[in-house]
């Protein structure tokens, strides 16, 4: 049984940093792509940032710059670390994962397995 669990969301101030991580375990196979979505109440999702099984990344235009995307010393664990963080940032943050889609994406449709997700706050 495939989960993705993250971890690492909580309240900071105008301008902090958090680093979020995303662990997917029961994961068989040895590569396996992954990328944080977010969501606003009453808002779609928005793809944030995504890392495939090569290293290469992508990012959401909103976080170009103040986020980054990594992986841990295992390929199953991916990390996000987010700086200079806005109010607007404020959202539930998810991680999904899926296998070997060659690039790293940011179409929700094309991650089959998620987590339940970790708020984030950022107070001005």
């Known amino acids: 049984l495939v989960q993705v669990v993250e971890s690492g969301g909580g309240s900071v101030q105008l301008g902090g940093s958090l680093k979020l991580s995303c662990v997917v375990s029961?994961?068989?196979?040895?590569?396996?792509?992954v990328a944080w979505f977010r969501q606003i109440e009453g808002r779609e999702r928005e793809g944030v940032a995504a890392i495939d099984g090569d290293g290469s990344t992508s990012y959401g235009d909103s976080v170009k710059g103040r986020f980054t995307i990594s992986r841990g010393n295992s390929h199953t664990t991916v990390y996000l670390q987010m700086n200079s963080l806005t109010p607007e940032d404020t959202a539930m943050y998810y991680c999904?994962?899926?296998?070997?889609?060659?690039?790293?994406?940011?179409?929700?449709?094309?991650?089959?397995?998620w987590g339940q997700g970790t708020q984030v706050t950022v107070s001005s």
């Open positions: 029961g994961w068989k196979y040895a590569t396996v792509d």
């Open positions: 999904a994962a899926d296998y070997a889609l060659g690039y790293p994406s940011l179409n929700q449709n094309e991650l089959n397995y």
